[in-house]
């Protein structure tokens, strides 16, 4: 279900935005950076910081999950069932040292989440509806907006 460029766009994306519903049924929107690939059909991130997501995916485990690749204006929506491990868990354990090697040893991961995808949507700018409209020119455009040089 992963393509090779959805997992490109998770790479380099460096933050994606993860929806799941508080018990009195409103959203809860939560960023994240710390989402990963780890086979074709599943992702995994670490709770950091996200006590209400994680209380959220505890009581229903449905989640969706944008990432965007900003300078593209393209990426993909994410829909799944998500599985929350706790300390003592191999799939936790492995993604902690995995965590402390990326983001240094001092770095505390509450959790592993992993998501069990579902669906896989396109999410793709309007502006590719112009047909003089190329993903190089839109990144030129935004790499410049944004003062990033390639």
Request: proline share 5%; hydrophobic share 35%.
């Amino acid at each position: 279900m992963l393509t090779d460029d959805m997992k490109s766009i998770i790479k380099n994306a460096n933050l994606a935005f993860f929806a799941t519903i508080n018990e009195d049924g409103s959203p809860n929107l939560s960023p994240k950076s710390t989402l990963r690939t780890i086979n074709g059909n599943s992702l995994i991130f670490a709770n950091l910081a996200s006590p209400g997501t994680i209380r959220n995916l505890n009581r229903d485990p449905r989640i969706e999950i944008n990432c965007v690749d900003i300078f593209s204006r393209r990426g993909y929506r994410f829909t799944g069932v998500a599985t929350v491990h706790v300390e003592g868990e191999t799939t936790f354990e492995k993604f902690k040292t995995q965590m402390a090697k990326e983001l240094g040893p001092k770095t505390i991961v509450y959790n592993a989440v992993t998501i069990q995808i579902k669906k896989v949507s396109p999410i793709m700018s309007p502006a590719y509806n112009n047909p003089n409209v190329t993903e190089e020119r839109l990144r030129e455009t935004y790499l410049k907006k944004y003062g990033v040089s390639s």
